[in-house]
């Protein structure tokens, strides 16, 4: 299964962009830390590395709304 580099902007309708697919992490997150370098720290633009089957799938998994952890009293 391949790797996909997504560049994704969090504004009012979150947005992905498909960069590349890659067969190991290891070129992914070369990438994507190549990217993340080259953006200015204003710059509201994050770069992600996703593994998954097919490009749907990676952009599903990208988009997904996730909750908070919990966190326990004794992790604050």
Do not use: G, T
């Amino acid at each position: 299964m391949p790797y996909f580099v997504f560049k994704c902007q969090n504004n009012k309708f979150r947005s992905v962009d498909h960069i590349e697919a890659f067969e190991s992490f290891k070129e992914a997150k070369a990438l994507a830390k190549e990217l993340r370098a080259k953006n200015s720290p204003d710059d509201p633009l994050a770069y992600k590395v996703v593994f998954a089957e097919d490009l749907l799938e990676a952009e599903m998994l990208i988009l997904e709304k996730r909750e908070a952890p919990i966190l326990r009293e004794w992790e604050k």
